[in-house]
């Protein structure tokens, strides 16, 4: 799909944020486990969440999704391959790795995909199945078979919340006490513990590990998903050039770090609970590195690159989770901004930018680009835009209802 912006209008009014992405898809997969039926509210209406539930329905699971409320009913759930094209479209189908093996004892599944990030490989999840006693073969798909050995603790090299997740769901199955170092603390995390917990999971949060121990699952729960963070951090970017920008059910808790970066290059807003309110701003560079929670989100890295292009003063960016997650640089300088990239860190000069044709290459990079045409004189054209409804609830409605001139 080809999305159109003309640029240099100034934004106002208001935007709901929806329900988290990255929170739901765990939830959505863990609800399995039940063997029974699971109600979901709050969840987004994106392309990733209708690409998890056809792959679900490929287990004889049965979903009815009605505005943002979701039932799920697995209580005739069968085993079956999951060699589709579906699984390489979300990262987020990887979470129904542990879940196989705890319902079925095997999983068999093409690789998962998602955004083209760089190096995303599945050897933190597969080394935590290994040692909570699953064989992998992983050669040309994702074989994976649970051997009834006696589980080992987990410990991660490095923060991954998939792979924490992945651990959480099988380790607590398998009903033994079980410990997980270094796991990922990101809020999407004890999303997916709050939502284990509630179906029956018994984990506790010691000093410096989870602590897993015996199941009892429930048959019939309902739950609400968190609100998204990183869609209510995108559309904070747009303020810059906003009259008056409302954004409602914010975060707030969760975004701690990016409020105060956003406070740091001088974006005028006030925040009220779970609203925050924005106005026109004149920015300043600084430097930035993306780091796990709590630290500044990678998922935020692109939107605030494009910001700085026009802030006062040199910017730089460095992402210790995806070093190479620079693709929408090349947009932002056929936009003729200054921007580089050296030894995997973006430099960005305040520069004016011009409306021009270019290419999305993942969801939040096509947010980046959108901000950027935004301020930029002329037309602005996305080609594979479309890319972005995978993460971003109504968009094209949002941002039209703030002032946009988008067109698709």
Do not use: W
Request: aromatic share 8%.
């Amino acid at each position: 799909m080809v999305i159109t912006i003309e640029g240099g209008y100034e934004l106002k009014g208001c935007v709901k944020i929806s329900g988290s992405k990255n929170a739901a898809l765990p939830l959505i997969c863990s609800s399995l486990l039940t063997k029974g039926i699971v109600t979901l509210k709050n969840i987004p209406r994106i392309d990733d969440i209708f690409n998890l539930l056809k792959i679900i329905n490929i287990l004889n699971v049965k979903t009815v999704f009605k505005n943002n409320t979701l039932k799920i009913d697995a209580r005739k759930i069968k085993y079956h391959h999951l060699m589709t094209n579906d699984v390489s479209k979300l990262r987020g189908s990887s979470y129904l790795m542990s879940v196989m093996l705890a319902l079925f004892g095997k999983c068999e599944m093409a690789f998962p995909g998602g955004c083209n990030l760089g190096a995303r490989n599945l050897n933190y999840h597969f080394d935590a199945f290994i040692a909570l006693g699953c064989e992998v073969d992983n050669n040309s798909f994702i074989r994976v078979h649970l051997k009834r050995n006696k589980p080992h603790d987990v410990c991660f090299n490095n923060k991954s919340v998939g792979a924490t997740i992945n651990a959480i769901i099988l380790a607590g199955y398998l009903g033994r006490a079980v410990r997980i170092y270094h796991y990922a603390n990101e809020p999407e995390v004890y999303e997916a513990i709050s939502f284990l917990k509630k179906i029956g999971y018994r984990i506790y949060e010691m000093k410096d590990y989870l602590l897993l121990t015996r199941r009892r699952l429930k048959k019939k729960i309902s739950y609400k998903n968190r609100y998204d963070r990183i869609e209510a951090s995108s559309y904070l970017m747009l303020g810059a050039i906003s009259k008056r920008l409302v954004i409602k059910n914010c975060p707030v808790h969760d975004m701690k770090e990016v409020l105060i970066r956003l406070k740091e290059i001088n974006l005028k807003m006030k925040i009220k609970r779970n609203k925050i309110i924005t106005k026109k701003s004149f920015l300043k560079g600084t430097s930035i590195e993306a780091s796990s929670y709590p630290g500044f989100p990678t998922d935020a890295q692109p939107l605030i690159s494009a910001l700085l292009t026009q802030a006062k003063g040199a910017s730089s960016i460095k992402d210790t989770i995806y070093p190479k997650r620079f693709n929408y640089a090349l947009a932002l300088k056929q936009m003729e901004a200054d921007v580089s990239v050296s030894n995997n860190m973006l430099i960005i000069n305040p520069k004016r930018l011009y409306g021009a044709v270019v290419k999305g290459y993942d969801l939040r990079g096509v947010f980046a680009i959108i901000i950027a045409a935004c301020f930029a004189t002329g037309k602005t054209t996305i080609l594979d835009g479309e890319v972005a409804f995978r993460g971003y609830e109504n968009l094209l409605t949002k941002l039209k209802d703030i002032g946009v001139h988008i067109n698709n």
